[in-house]
């Protein structure tokens, strides 16, 4: 089980998002610098949680649900509309 933690270039600051999670998690950006985490949990489940770029704080974990084996994958359009699949 891994943690996910971020940090930033050329900051040696690590931030914790929290969680256990299986395999290896997603990420990706927003227009307006966020960061969007998919990962995915020992029972096989999707979770997701944002990383807000301007207060540098996440948000709580979201159970997006699912039964899934395999890493996630994240993209987030220009629009603003996270897309995740596994």
Not at 11 to 23: D, H, P, V
Not at 37 to 51: H, K, P, Y
């Amino acid at each position: 089980m891994s943690r996910i933690r971020l940090t930033e270039f050329g900051s040696q600051t690590i931030l914790n998002a929290g969680g256990r999670f299986a395999g290896r998690p997603a990420a990706a950006q927003d227009v307006d610098g966020n960061t969007w985490i998919v990962g995915r949990d020992q029972s096989n489940g999707l979770w997701v949680t944002r990383f807000d770029g301007t207060a540098r704080t996440f948000d709580q974990w979201t159970y997006v649900g699912g039964l899934a084996k395999g890493d996630p994958s994240v993209a987030v359009a220009s629009n603003g509309v996270v897309y995740y699949a596994i």
